[in-house]
């Protein structure tokens, strides 16, 4: 199994649930039907409302890209050793 050596955060609380990374990452990213916000599929939740997903590299472009797209930078990549923001 490869090494998952980024991490997705995702602010989902600030989300504005307009669908970008959705269609950018569906395998990643899919919208509730509850409240129309992104969900980062097979991720944790914690207390301050951030979703929290391991990545192997060959899905860092993906989620990069979806990162890009998000109007209102709510998503973020983690390097996992340095423990800094990629984006
Ligand atoms: S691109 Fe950003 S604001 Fe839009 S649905 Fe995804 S996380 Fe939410």
């Known amino acids: 199994m490869a090494e ?8 989902r609380e600030n ?5 970008a990374c959705a269609v950018i990452a569906p395998e990643f ?17 914690t207390d301050d409302g951030y979703e929290h997903l391991d990545i192997e590299d060959k899905d860092f472009s993906t989620n990069k890209d979806a990162a ?4 209102v930078n709510v998503i973020h990549i983690v390097d996992k050793e340095t423990k800094k923001r990629i984006i």
């Open 15 to 19: 989300c504005i649930a307009c669908g």
């Open 68 to 71: 890009d797209a998000c109007p």
């Open 4 to 11: 998952k050596k980024y991490k997705i955060e995702h602010d």
């Open 29 to 45: 990213w899919v919208l509730s039907k509850e409240d129309g916000k992104a969900d980062v599929v097979g991720s944790t939740k």
